[in-house]
């Protein structure tokens, strides 16, 4: 019992710097694309639509977006579970200060499927990370 004691004291050490050193521009993606997933999850097409950057709009017109999250995310349900698995970032061009993409990937689970992947696409616009593109495997 002591040894677990302090094995869970040592996991804790250990573990929790790492965890709090995360990049924040990495936290920051995590957090819009799980916002944007939480209007996807309820087929609201129109906010996902809205919110996502001008590539996104620019690629799909609303009603073809509206078509293609029914179709691609309808008969899933609603998520469950949803975990970060990855998330890389990137530049556009060499030499800027800071990531301009950002790529997360989750682990999802929903009622018809348990085991799916989703990746984000993110791209940086006037300071906020915008959807840019999404995809579910």
Known sequence: RAALGAFAAFALFVVAPSAS????R????????RQWLAYADRLDADTTHRLAGGKFRETLTLGQWRAKLKSARGPLGEAEQRAVMSTQLTRSEAGLPEATFARVEFRTSWPTKWDGREFVSLERDNGHWRVVGYVIQ
């Open 21 to 24: 050193a995360q990049d924040p």
């Open 26 to 33: 990495a936290v920051a993606a995590q957090e819009a694309a």
